[in-house]
């Protein structure tokens, strides 16, 4: 079966520091991998995308970059964080979709993360 | 407009009775339609997915469909209490790549 890890669960960072999420997935190839975000009480915003090795799609433009260096491994970064980069941020997958299939995304177990 | 609509809530429903959640969408071309719960503090799960008009039923889940009237629906039959959470309605855009979700309806069971 397949299975997605996320980590860190929590992180508190100061404003102007580096940030690193990494997310891999397992059991399943070629997935498309996702990062979303969830500013408290809001719904989910989709930051990046991407359908294969070094394809990365932004939906926002903002100081977050997005990296897939393996097939099953996502990471979000920034160079500089602001107060406005807190939020819940969530990695999913969904199975190929290249051949038309409607895979649902499946979610890891988030990242809370807090701007000071 | 947005590209999903759902009513924020948030909708109070006693034990055991039916809950009614409810869902636009404005691509028009859309062929994917999911309906996730989210517990506070975690992340979304799965619960429906539905890919035709009409009904679908899971257990005391039945997600509904309407392409015409770009309409989606679920309903929680014999609601609990441990249904209380945000339910997420997703859309799946025309390219198939993007899924776009709702900005969620709490709901409340009260028991």
């Known amino acids: 079966s397949q299975t997605i890890h996320q980590w860190p669960a929590t992180l508190v960072q100061p404003v102007g520091s580096p940030l690193s999420l990494e997310c891999t997935v397992e059991g399943t190839s070629n997935p498309n991998l996702y990062w979303y975000r969830q500013a408290a009480g809001r719904g989910l915003q989709l930051l990046f995308y991407s359908v294969g090795i070094g394809q990365i799609s932004s939906e926002v433009p903002q100081n977050l970059s997005a990296s897939r260096p393996q097939d099953r491994q996502f990471i979000l970064s920034s160079k500089k964080l602001l107060l406005s980069d807190s939020g819940f941020y969530l990695c999913a997958w969904s199975g190929d979709t290249s051949a038309g299939s409607n895979s649902p995304l499946h979610f890891g177990n988030g990242t809370r993360l807090t701007v000071t | 407009q947005k590209e999903v609509e759902q009513n924020s809530g948030p909708l109070s429903v006693p034990e055991g009775a039916i809950a009614s959640l409810n869902c636009t969408y404005s691509?028009?071309?859309?062929?994917?339609f999911f309906w996730y719960r989210q517990y506070s503090g975690k992340s979304p799960e799965l619960i429906m997915s539905?890919?035709?008009?009409g009904d679908k039923e899971d257990g005391r889940f039945t997600a509904q469909l309407n392409k015409a009237s770009q309409y989606v629906s679920l309903l929680i039959r014999d609601s609990q209490p441990s249904d209380s959470a945000t339910y997420l309605c997703?859309?799946?855009?025309?390219?198939?790549?993007?899924?776009?979700f709702g900005a969620g309806t709490r709901l409340f069971v009260k028991a």
């Open positions: 539905i890919y035709s008009n």
């Open positions: 997703a859309v799946l855009n025309t390219g198939g790549f993007k899924t776009i």
């Open positions: 691509d028009r071309g859309s062929q994917s």
